[in-house]
Every structure is written in C-alpha cells, then in structure tokens.
C-alpha cells in the first residue's frame, strides 16, 4: 500500500487547526477552569491574577496545538490506497478504521483537484466516482495526496479501464 505524498500533511494541519479552534471554544469553558484549578492547587495560588489566567490559557493553546499536530500526523500515516489489477484499495482511520475496496467496474469518472495548498506542496487530491455512489460531497475514492505525475497517470490508467469496459460492452 502507497502513502499520501508528504505535502498532505499541511492539508491535515489546517483541517486539523479548524477544528481545533472549534473545538476549543465549546470545551475551553471547561478545560480552562480545570486547568486553573490544577494551577492553584500547584502553585498555592491564593487570589485571581491576570498572570495566572494568562499563563492558563497559553497552556491549553499549547495543548491544543500538540493535540492538532498528533492527530495530523496519525491521520496522513494511517492513510493508504493501492491500484491493485482488478480494484482500487483505500485504507484509512485512527480510532474507526475504514477499508474500501472499488472495482473499476463501477469507476465511471476520475477528478484531479489541485486546491491552493496542493499547488503550493505539489501534490492533487483524487476523486474516483463510481456508479451508485451519490449524495455525499467526497466521493467513495477519495485519495487526498497524490503527487502530480502519479495522478495523471493514475487518472489515465482510470479512463483507459473504463472506455476498454465500453467498448467491449458494445
């Protein structure tokens, strides 16, 4: 099983961050005072001073950031996909593991999406559609970092299955 290409793990970053901030402003209400807690029952803090909050809230950032950075880092390396002869086998997960496997029978389109952070890093995001596989807004090959050149030859491979399968369905 392949990777993704490196310059994914940004993409995961950023994903990462935006959930992180989101998160961290519904559970911050209740970390922040524990963590206060925490500090006053460490540091025999006897009044509420602005150093003390302070130094409070750039710890839970700083947790925060280390959680992101964990989990992007464990999501790009539990990431996989392989073109196997007869289907395309994608792996992926940290807690809840998700196998796929796509024969390229049902494959009926393959889309290359090059967003500002692909351009940037040089890698694309493959989206391989398949019949019966509709009303969700990723496709069921999601491949979120290829490198250029293997998603042209990727997407090539892709269309030359499916119009071969045409033609010989003729």
Not at 53 to 74: D, G, K, N, P, Q
Not at 160 to 169: C, D, E, P, Y
């Amino acid at each position: 099983m392949k990777s993704l290409h490196p310059g994914t793990k940004w993409s995961f970053r950023v994903g990462g961050l935006f959930i992180g901030i989101f998160l961290s402003m519904f559970v911050g209400w209740f970390i922040i005072p524990a963590l206060y807690g925490i500090a006053v029952f460490v540091f025999k803090i006897t009044e509420l001073n602005a150093t003390a909050v302070i130094s409070v809230i750039l710890a839970y950032l700083v947790l925060v950031l280390i959680f992101i950075e964990v989990f992007a880092r464990l999501s790009y390396n539990n990431w996989k996909y392989d073109f196997g002869s007869s289907n395309l086998k994608t792996e992926r997960g940290i807690i809840w593991k998700h196998y796929s496997n796509i024969p390229y029978e049902r494959v009926q389109n393959v889309d290359i999406h090059r967003g500002i952070f692909a351009r940037m890093f040089g890698f694309s995001t493959l989206q391989v559609q398949t019949a019966g596989f509709s009303g969700s807004p990723i496709s069921e090959g999601h491949i979120p970092g290829v490198s250029v050149k293997e998603a042209d030859e990727v997407r090539e491979f892709l269309i030359k299955k499916i119009t071969h399968r045409s033609k010989a369905g003729l």
